[in-house]
């Protein structure tokens, strides 16, 4: 989710959502002590659902038809309830008696009128994308059709329509996304272009409600919303947000009993793991090796493209001492491109990371990959090669993560020379775009429990596939999952796991780590609801006891 800046911004909105309580505990749950105090690496950078770049936060503000509970399943939003069509091409949603937090009703035209001016052309929606199996969708995306035209309808005040193109698998899941949420038209015209610019030229349709935020903040708060159809659940009155920079300074306020949940890096990790107020927070985001196949430099295109090369440099790399020596922050040794604990095969409750399994692919093995090395030098006709990887200097995890790379194939493959390019993460973005770039520090974060939240974006064309990976048997099995298979859960399974073996094989991508941020949180914090894609944050049932 983020996706403009693939690696930054999904680790911004994992660290950038982190919660701090109060200061003071209060050991009867009174009301009035029922304030919740968050840090956040930067200040929100809006607060528009159609803009937005991710929902780590606003999640808890903005509610679709349904909200992300536990482990991730869909339950109870603005939906009271939700059918579809035996075919899975129509959704028939019924929304419950609710209101803004301005008192107006919440009507079925809003989720239309909100869906419309997010996939219209001139919003610029990065997220425009995840609309597409919708009824002509892509066609207004690409401008051959106008946004009026989408497959989402309002028959009454109470019932909104979905019109599918073909059946998607994960649709329930996806309109627990804000970004499928209503947007109130009324106010989005009587505030104009100063909409979403600061929070009181909003309304709310979540538990909460934004206050006190500029566009600029350092510091915002989240209030509870006495208009949410909800409210009697919701305990929290206030969560107070301030910026914190550094995990240092974080910790210090923690120490102070400022704040109730504070991230660590690497180094305080090793010294407080052992804590009982130690907490892990995985996510599904993975950080991989992009390869440039259109490289402009000869020598290296012939290299990149080929197979023996790419595992050579997988096999050269320790992730185990990557994870725990090198960064030691809890992040873990991915099993393939598709993150761990991103979604259960339901006829065994096998994860589909294990299904992805490739032998001899994301191991550790000198000897192996020394002979693929060889055997790949030899099919190329080289003797010796020399990479530049490029990386965002933005993740605090990339100067040491390219020094091992650095360090580790210099001394595994003889021949190979390694340059490190660390810049701030636009520029290395739009380098990354331009293919201009021979190896790439990339990564993805899931926006829901599929697998196809990550698969889809390696396929040919897409505009995050930066290197330009191409396999026509992984585009079909693709192609296959999302429509002819669609309606089939089985079947898709199926091909998603192919699909996932294909790249795999070929290390069209090579995984390095799964990321993991580690806190230490106070014990009189309750309730959290944590998930690992989509709005990982979920503050309404949390309280301080």
């Known amino acids: 989710m983020k996706k403009s800046k693939v690696l930054s911004l999904a680790v911004a909105l994992l660290a950038g959502v982190t919660l701090v309580a109060c200061g003071k505990q209060n050991k009867t749950g009174s009301a009035d002590k029922q304030v919740l105090k968050l840090s956040a690496t930067a200040p929100l950078d809006t607060i528009d659902i159609s803009k937005a770049t991710g929902y780590g936060q606003t999640g808890n503000v903005f509610e679709s038809f349904y909200r992300l509970g536990e482990d991730g399943k869909p339950t109870a939003g603005l939906a009271k309830s939700g059918q579809v069509s035996k075919d ?326 003889p021949g190979l020379t390694v340059e490190v390019t660390n810049i701030p993460g636009n520029s290395a973005t739009t380098r990354a775009r331009q293919g201009d770039f021979d190896i790439y520090v990339s990564g993805w974060g899931g926006d829901f429990n599929d697998p196809i939240t990550f698969l889809q974006i390696m396929t040919s064309g897409t505009s995050y596939n930066y290197g330009k990976y191409e396999s026509q048997a992984y585009n079909d099995l693709i192609a296959k999952a999302t429509n002819a298979d669609a309606n089939d859960k089985a079947a898709r399974w199926n091909d998603l796991v192919q699909a996932a073996k294909i790249i795999n094989q070929e290390q069209g991508v090579t995984p390095l780590y799964q990321q993991t941020t580690a806190y230490m949180q106070k014990s009189h914090v309750k309730g959290i609801i944590h998930n690992t894609a989509g709005t990982q944050w979920n503050y309404k049932y949390t309280y301080i006891k």
């Not at 969708?137 to 946004?147: E, F, L, P, T, W």
């Not at 998607?168 to 106010?187: E, T």
């Not at 240092?248 to 990790?269: A, E, F, I, M």
């Open 88 to 413: 899975g091409l129509t959704w028939t949603f019924k929304l419950r008696e609710a209101n803004w937090s301005n008192g107006d009703q919440i009507t079925a035209q809003d989720f239309v009128y909100s869906w419309q001016r997010t996939i219209n052309p001139k919003t610029k929606s990065p997220y425009s994308y995840l609309f597409s199996g919708i009824k002509n969708a892509d066609d207004i995306v690409a401008g051959k059709k106008k946004s009026s035209e989408l497959g989402i309808s309002a028959p009454d005040k109470r019932t909104v329509v979905v019109t599918l193109e073909k059946p998607i698998a994960y649709f329930k899941v996806l309109m627990a996304y804000p970004l499928f949420g209503p947007q109130n038209q009324k106010v989005v015209e009587k505030y104009g272009k100063k909409y979403a610019t600061k929070s009181q030229y909003m309304v709310y349709s979540g538990p909460f409600k934004i206050t006190k935020w500029n566009g600029t903040s350092n510091k915002w708060s989240f209030v509870k919303n006495n208009q949410y159809w909800d409210k009697d659940k919701v305990k929290l009155n206030k969560i107070n947000y301030t910026v914190v920079e550094n995990t240092n300074t974080g910790y210090q306020l923690y120490q102070q009993n400022k704040l109730d949940l504070t991230p660590l890096s690497s180094q305080q990790v090793k010294n407080l793991k052992n804590s009982d107020q130690f907490k892990s927070y995985p996510y599904s985001y993975v950080a991989f090796l992009a390869y440039n196949f259109n490289d402009e430099n000869e020598t290296n295109r012939k290299a990149l493209n080929n197979v023996n090369i790419r595992k050579a440099l997988s096999l050269a790399l320790d992730r185990k001492t990557l994870t725990k020596k090198v960064f030691g922050d809890g992040s873990s040794v991915p099993l393939g491109f598709v993150a761990t604990g991103l979604a259960t095969n339901e006829d065994n409750g096998q994860d589909f990371a294990k299904e992805q399994v490739v032998k001899d692919t994301v191991d550790y093995n000198t000897k192996l990959a020394k002979q693929y090395w060889q055997k790949g030098l030899e099919e190329t006709g080289l003797k010796e090669l020399k990479f530049n990887i490029l990386a965002s200097n933005d993740n605090a995890n990339n100067d040491a993560l390219t020094q091992y790379l650095q360090s580790q194939y210099t001394k595994v493959l």
